[in-house]
């Protein structure tokens, strides 16, 4: 089957208007890209990013509009005059409005493309000395050499493709030595649990705030043939909530994880302990250079000795633990 893509220019000021128009008209499913938008909601939620990609913040600069698919059959040109002419016709009923140009600009596009050629640019990414992050329609046995971590990674929450994740793996694969109980704060797409668990780990958990993780998770899980009885996921705020952290924290973790930004760890470092047994390790990491001594600053603050800072390109991880006793 193939689709027009059909990207109607208009105006951050007037996009609400015209996509009210077109809910009203019956297309119910559209993509608004408008920078002022995404800059509203990189304010909004600051306290989850220290770092914009720049393509990405460069892709936004200027832009709004709202994106809609239509089949190209016989009748998509009829469906185009009617729109056009509906959009010409909002555009006289708000005559002080800017509403944009309303432009109407189309692409031709096959179902497989815009469904499935996304893959493409998703391929085994070997991380470290052990694994390799494969997604998960491709052969798991990538290489016999290394323990495949199979994940879907057209979902959100992490891909093993960032510096910060793969670091995270790396301090992994040197501290999991069999049987050691571990917790992820921050678990998103549930990697970093499922890695600890494919190198010799007993048990996982993977906590998250956002409720849409812990299926993506499972589902991660499951495809590598990690259940119940080793890995669960769950929703919990281990900062805001004591009973939660409490609740979780019993019985103590022989690995804490928590690949997040500078501006969680660092009020989610004075938690960390109640989770830690003796001789356990912290491993955090998603901290921007800048931010490294902030943020070392706050684990030594909660009682935590840094043991190892590792630094890929812009970014730092860091592994601490309790002081020794004697």
Same mark, same amino acid.
């Given at each position: ?60 600069? $200027?832009?709004?509009? &709202? %994106? ?11 469906? !185009? %005059? ?5 959009? +010409? ?17 189309? *692409? ?14 998703? *391929?085994?990414?070997?991380?470290? *000395?052990? !694994? ?12 016999? #050499?290394?323990?495949?971590?199979? !994940? ?8 093993? /493709? ?50 849409? #993780?812990?299926?993506? +998770? ?9 259940? $119940? ?10 900062? $805001?909530?004591?009973? /939660? ?12 994880? #928590? ?6 760890? &660092? ?12 001789? #356990? ?8 250079? %800048? ?28 592994? /601490?633990?309790?002081?020794?006793? $004697?």
């Amino acid at each position: 089957m193939q689709w027009l893509e059909l990207s109607i220019q208009t105006a951050s000021a007037g996009v609400e208007t015209v996509a009210e128009r077109l809910t009203v008209l019956g297309y119910d499913s559209f993509i608004i890209d408008d920078q002022a938008e995404f800059e509203d909601f990189l304010e909004q939620n600051r306290q989850y990013w220290d770092y914009v990609d720049e393509d990405l913040a460069q892709k936004m600069q $200027g832009l709004s509009q &709202i %994106r809609l698919y239509i089949e190209d059959g016989p009748t998509a040109p009829e469906t !185009l %005059r009617q729109l056009e002419a509906e959009l +010409a016709l909002l555009k006289r009923q708000h005559p002080g409005a800017d509403l944009g140009t309303l432009e109407m600009r189309l *692409q031709n596009l096959q179902e497989e493309d815009w469904e499935n050629n996304w893959k493409q640019y998703y *391929q085994p990414l070997p991380i470290g *000395q052990k !694994l390799i992050v494969v997604p998960q329609w491709l052969d798991p046995h990538q290489d016999p #050499a290394r323990i495949p971590v199979r !994940l879907d990674p057209g979902m959100i929450f992490g891909t093993g /493709a960032h510096a910060s994740t793969q670091m995270c793996l790396v301090a992994l694969e040197e501290a999991v030595r069999g049987g050691e109980r571990v917790i992820d704060l921050g678990s998103g797409s549930g990697i970093l649990s499922i890695a600890a668990l494919l190198l010799g780990a007993a048990t996982a958990t993977g906590v998250d705030i956002d409720p849409k #993780a812990e299926d993506i +998770a499972r589902e991660n899980a499951a495809f590598n043939d990690l259940h $119940g009885d080793r890995f669960t996921a769950v929703t919990g705020d281990v900062i $805001g909530d004591r009973s /939660a952290m409490e609740q979780l924290a019993q019985g103590g973790y022989d690995i804490v994880l #928590a690949n997040i930004v500078a501006d969680v760890i &660092i009020p989610l470092a004075p938690v960390v302990p109640h989770f830690l047994r003796p001789n #356990a390790l912290f491993i955090c990491s998603g901290i921007l250079d %800048r931010r490294l001594d902030e943020v070392r600053s706050a684990i030594e603050a909660a009682g935590l000795e840094v043991a190892a800072v590792r630094t890929q390109e812009d970014w730092c991880q860091i592994t /601490a633990r309790l002081p020794r006793e $004697g």
